[in-house]
């Protein structure tokens, strides 16, 4: 046996404990761990913005059931990827972030970019440590790769100081280390799931939710033959969309606050009663609804509202024997009784008026003519990444998903700037796992602004280099929310600074971000027109080894159809 460093150590254990994606930036002390990333036979993907590199690294946590792994240098560069941190945490997508670290000895004298990084990443990590020696490195990464996965999955940090990355040991002196074993599958009391069953027999308007920890789950199966059999209606949360899929006859999307509101009795099936469920409280809900709640995570259980059963259990074996149990007694819902014709007519009602707008191809364009339009197009089961305001909220309703786990937005977070980290790990998963499968990354103007100038910039220069033929569309409006109209914006311009008089929400009018392509001596497509629309997507999807930008112009003041109730305004406290 020889000797062996750090770096060479870390990137070892990390391969051994299954990671498979590093997306990360080098400097100073990560270099060579960088490289020796590679030699271990990891993936190394070089981004331009750590933030955007954790993004990545914990889309391909979730996309894959693995953590990714994301790097960066001490201070500054680490200090970058706490968004991200946080945002995987409260998405509960397992993500390790490894930072480089000023040299021991150098810490508490003014070293070069030091950092308490260990306790910054803390508030958003199940853990956080630095390995004390070479030795011990194999033994935090077990810990902190398994933390990221069992139970509730979510967010580790380990901290490498430049000194023990580039230390090197005897091998025969660094303790053999064992893998991080099998997720246990938590089962659920079988009391409970029969409490569920009566409850859902007896319910007269029973409603299911499915939430992104079933599509994390992969209890689609599951979760698709309950539905099927019992005949229930579901609605899914955003990123719940596909676990059952969206063209399903169950579906009752289109209405959904509906219901929400008049439901007596919910299946919440790996979902959170958070802001967007509305807190599973009046008046988005009805006061004596019977919440059946079923979550991995104790601590997640009666949270906002008292379950009537509340069930710490995996999905896939509580999904399973609820099912047996109703087969057994032979309950299906009939799709004769009144709830279901209430929903029934509240669907037909809505898609009515959203066709009636998704028709509407008059220019300046309006979001659901963009969306309607848009999905023609797509191809197949695309992967869909989707950020800002009304470009999310409108395009989820627009856009289907009909397999798990094909859409990507800003979560429960709410974190815009997701986009580009987000597509490229989309992109790789894709090139690993179906390579047939494109990836589309819907954006408004002010998100795509987010992520690509404000923090990931360059990371469009990530895609083309690595290959990833992302198709970028962004719904251009001019603003944040919206913008102001052209005559407006050019008055704003001709009336001196603008620092008092234009809108915080506006952006400059029009603005051409497809020429971002032509960095890369790529053409970019810019559409005001339906028709122009679809020559883009349609030569967009030609190209296959290169990211691709539609700028597609609506109008500043395009707006979502009028809701029951306004969007996260109602406070009663
Ligand atoms: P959504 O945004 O779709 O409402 P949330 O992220 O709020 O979903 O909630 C997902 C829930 O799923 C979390 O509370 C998480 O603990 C839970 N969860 C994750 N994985 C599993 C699993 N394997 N079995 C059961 N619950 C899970
Ligand atoms: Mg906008």
């Given at each position: 046996?020889?000797?062996?460093?750090?770096?060479?150590?870390?990137?070892?254990?990390?391969?051994?404990?299954?990671?498979?994606?590093?997306?990360?930036?080098?400097?100073?002390?990560?270099?060579?761990?960088?490289?020796?990333?590679?030699?271990?036979?990891?993936?190394y993907i070089g981004m331009r913005n750590e933030q955007a590199a954790c993004y990545a690294a914990q889309a391909i946590g979730y996309l894959t059931g693995k953590p990714g792994v994301c790097l960066a240098v001490s201070g500054p560069g680490f200090l970058h990827t706490v968004g991200g941190l946080a945002n995987a945490?409260?998405?509960?997508?397992?993500?390790?972030?490894?930072?480089?670290?000023?040299?021991?000895?150098?810490?508490?004298?003014?070293?070069?970019?030091?950092?308490?990084?260990?306790?910054?990443?803390?508030?958003?990590?199940?853990?956080?440590?630095?390995?004390?020696?070479?030795?011990?490195?194999?033994?935090?990464?077990?810990?902190?790769?398994?933390?990221?996965?069992?139970?509730?999955?979510?967010?580790?940090?380990?901290?490498?100081?430049?000194?023990?990355?580039?230390?090197?040991?005897?091998?025969?002196?660094?303790?053999?280390?064992?893998?991080?074993?099998?997720?246990?599958?938590?089962?659920?009391?079988?009391?409970?799931?029969?409490?569920?069953?009566?409850?859902?027999?007896?319910?007269?308007?029973?409603?299911?939710?499915?939430?992104?920890?079933?599509?994390?789950a992969r209890?689609?199966?599951?979760?698709?033959?309950?539905?099927?059999?019992?005949?229930?209606?579901?609605?899914?949360?955003?990123?719940?969309?596909?676990?059952?899929?969206?063209?399903?006859?169950?579906?009752?999307a289109p209405a959904r606050s509906l219901a929400l509101q008049q439901a007596d009795c919910i299946l919440l099936i790996g979902a959170r009663l958070n802001w967007i469920?509305?807190?599973?409280?009046?008046?988005?809900?009805?006061?004596?609804?019977?919440?059946?709640?079923?979550?991995?995570?104790?601590?997640?259980l009666n949270n906002s509202v008292n379950s009537a059963v509340a069930i710490q259990t995996d999905i896939k074996p509580a999904i399973l024997q609820l099912l047996q149990i109703l087969e057994s007694r032979k309950y299906v819902f009939d799709r004769k009784n009144d709830w279901w014709n209430q929903l029934n007519k509240k669907c037909s009602d809505n898609r009515s008026g959203a066709q009636a707008m998704a028709l509407d191809v008059s220019t300046p364009l309006n979001y659901?003519?963009?969306?309607?339009?848009?999905?023609?197009?797509?191809p197949q089961n695309p992967i869909i990444v989707s950020e800002g305001a009304n470009t999310m909220d409108i395009g989820r309703a627009v856009l289907t998903n009909n397999l798990p786990r094909h859409r990507l937005d800003a979560g429960t977070f709410g974190t815009m700037g997701v986009g580009p980290g987000f597509a490229i790990a989309a992109a790789l998963w894709c090139r690993h796992y179906a390579p047939n499968k494109r990836?589309?990354?819907?954006?408004?103007?002010?998100?795509?602004?987010?992520?690509?100038?404000?923090?990931?910039?360059?990371?469009i220069e990530t895609m083309v280099r690595y290959k990833l033929p992302i198709i970028i569309v962004i719904v251009n409006n001019s603003g944040i929310y919206g913008g102001v109209a052209k005559e407006v914006y050019?008055?704003?311009?001709?009336?001196?600074?603008?620092?008092?008089?234009?809108?915080?929400t506006t952006l400059a009018f029009s603005t051409r971000y497809e020429k971002m392509m032509e960095l890369f001596g790529k053409q970019?497509?810019?559409?005001?027109?339906?028709?122009?629309?679809?020559?883009?997507?349609?030569?967009?999807?030609?190209?296959?080894?290169?990211?691709?930008i539609i700028n597609i112009i609506i109008s500043p003041s395009a707006d979502r159809r009028p809701q029951t109730f306004a969007w996260l305004t109602e406070s009663k406290l």
């Open positions: 046996m020889g000797d062996i460093d750090g770096n060479t150590l870390l990137a070892r254990s990390l391969k051994e404990q299954g990671v498979e994606y590093v997306f990360g930036i080098v400097g100073f002390p990560v270099i060579e761990f960088g490289m020796a990333c590679q030699m271990e036979g990891l993936h945490q409260i998405n509960c997508w397992p993500v390790l972030v490894i930072g480089g670290a000023v040299a021991q000895d150098h810490e508490g004298i003014g070293g070069f970019q030091e950092c308490n990084q260990v306790e910054l990443a803390r508030p958003y990590c199940k853990y956080s440590a630095r390995p004390p020696s070479v030795p011990l490195i194999p033994m935090h990464v077990e810990k902190a790769i398994r933390l990221t996965m069992y139970g509730r999955p979510g967010a580790a940090y380990l901290d490498l100081p430049a000194n023990i990355l580039s230390q090197r040991v005897l091998e025969e002196i660094v303790p053999a280390q064992y893998k991080v074993g099998p997720i246990p599958v938590i089962y659920p009391q079988p009391s409970l799931i029969e409490k569920a069953a009566n409850m859902l027999i007896q319910a007269k308007r029973p409603l299911v939710i499915v939430g992104k920890g079933a599509a994390y209890a689609e199966t599951e979760v698709t033959n309950l539905v099927n059999y019992t005949n229930l209606p579901f609605l899914a949360t955003p990123m719940g969309k596909g676990v059952v899929p969206d063209v399903h006859r169950n579906s009752i469920l509305h807190f599973g409280r009046p008046p988005r809900f009805s006061p004596d609804v019977k919440v059946i709640q079923i979550d991995i995570c104790a601590e997640e659901y003519a963009v969306f309607h339009h848009l999905q023609q197009l797509f990836v589309i990354c819907v954006e408004g103007d002010s998100a795509f602004g987010f992520s690509a100038f404000g923090f990931s910039g360059m990371e050019s008055e704003f311009q001709e009336s001196g600074e603008g620092t008092r008089t234009v809108p915080p970019g497509h810019f559409c005001e027109t339906i028709p122009e629309l679809q020559n883009a997507v349609k030569a967009a999807l030609s190209v296959e080894d290169s990211p691709s």
